[in-house]
């Protein structure tokens, strides 16, 4: 099989009978562990970034019930997808798990360049992207972001080839709110749209079986800000770009505990016309939300958590880390991603797998809780 079944992965969480039942989650399409491994890691020009690799780690979480992959091509500038692609090759190669039961993600939408750096980018963007036909340079925002189909299809050919896969499960237009400011919203709006019909042209194609948007900001703004994104819209223009049977399915937003806005802040409109929460329009588009950025990139942790913040999550066993994606995963969330290169820290971050996610009415007493969150 070439993508992620509803039949393999619920064969995969069979393995993990000990493991609390809240811990998968079903998206409609298949099973999700509620913690995923994300392969994203800030201030991409230091070296150091490039003797670490993510392989172990990817081999490590998927031994241990983790069957959520996520990460884009620009990450490390191509580097992610590789290591990803070299441990996926071994799991496969030796039986340790199967590609129907894991659910692989990337993002199209950033420049990626290459590892080694090239020595001028401006140059390597005009010889990679411009010469070769795949955008104009009208099309590239800010020497960094492009949405035209030409260069969208290249991204996702690449990531294959790097991921050593021939199928994504989700291909997500990375942050497209990027553009905003820079290009009329009418003209990013139009680019939207035609990504859309080009992942829909993919999907027929089976290179992605779905595809969504991943924003930073973007679906979390108020209405009026200049960067902010519309779900309500985003689902009206895949209709028109795939008709109702559209395969339009998933978001991935920031979710944590000093950034809880997704769950708590009213700015979307829902199929009603009415406000609602991310997580809530989300829902009522049948959209699935993946957590991003659930430890605000080691953010979180300049002093020790509470202990009536542990009480509250059940996490007063565990550490800080753990605390915080007990946090991550719940509401409606599908699965909180976290990054992490050591195998240890991996095995430490999943004994959150023993215990049931936390309740509504617990998060709503830690929104309550002004110093906790």
């Known amino acids: 099989m070439k993508y992620a079944t509803k039949e393999g992965t619920f064969a995969y969480l069979k393995q993990f009978s000990d493991y609390s039942r809240s811990f998968y989650r079903y998206t409609g399409d298949f099973f999700v562990s509620s913690l995923g491994l994300g392969t994203f890691r800030k201030e991409p020009y230091r070296e150091e970034n490039y003797v670490i690799s993510y392989k172990e780690a990817v081999k490590t979480s998927i031994e241990n019930g983790v069957n959520v992959i996520d990460t884009a091509i620009n990450y490390r500038y191509q580097v992610s997808e590789r290591e990803i692609g070299e441990a996926l090759e071994e799991l496969f190669r030796y039986g340790v798990a199967k590609r129907e039961a894991l659910v692989v993600a990337s993002k199209a939408g950033f420049i990626p360049l290459s590892f080694p750096f090239p020595e001028n980018p401006y140059t390597w963007i005009e010889e990679n992207v411009v010469e070769k036909g795949l955008a104009t340079k009208e099309e590239v925002v800010i020497d960094q972001h492009c949405m035209s189909p030409g260069f969208l299809r290249w991204s996702v050919e690449k990531s294959l080839e790097n991921l050593k896969l021939e199928t994504l499960d989700i291909l997500y237009l990375h942050n497209p709110e990027t553009q905003l400011g820079y290009v009329d919203r009418s003209v990013v709006m139009a680019r939207i749209k035609e990504a859309f019909r080009l ?141 992490s290169i050591n195998p240890h820290h991996i095995r430490e971050n999943l004994m959150v797998a023993y215990l049931q996610e936390a309740k509504p009415d617990e998060i709503m007493r830690l929104m309550e809780m002004k110093h906790a969150l």
Do not use: C
């Open 199 to 339: 992942f829909e042209a993919l999907v027929e194609e089976g290179k992605i079986r779905s595809y969504g948007i991943a924003s930073w900001n973007g679906f979390l703004y108020e209405e009026e800000h200049a960067e902010y994104l519309s779900l309500s819209e985003m689902i009206q223009i895949a209709v028109e770009a795939g008709g109702t049977s559209h395969h339009f399915r998933y978001i991935q937003s920031p979710f944590n505990l000093a950034k809880p806005h997704a769950y708590s802040y009213s700015n979307q409109k829902g199929p009603d016309g009415r406000y609602y929460t991310l997580m809530q329009a989300a829902q009522g588009y049948g959209l699935g939300l993946f957590a991003s950025s659930s430890l605000l990139q080691m953010n979180l942790f300049k002093g020790k958590f509470s202990e009536e913040l542990r009480e509250v999550l059940h996490t007063q066993e565990l550490t800080d880390v753990a605390t915080a994606l007990q946090f991550a995963r719940s509401g409606s969330v599908l699965s909180a991603l976290f990054g």
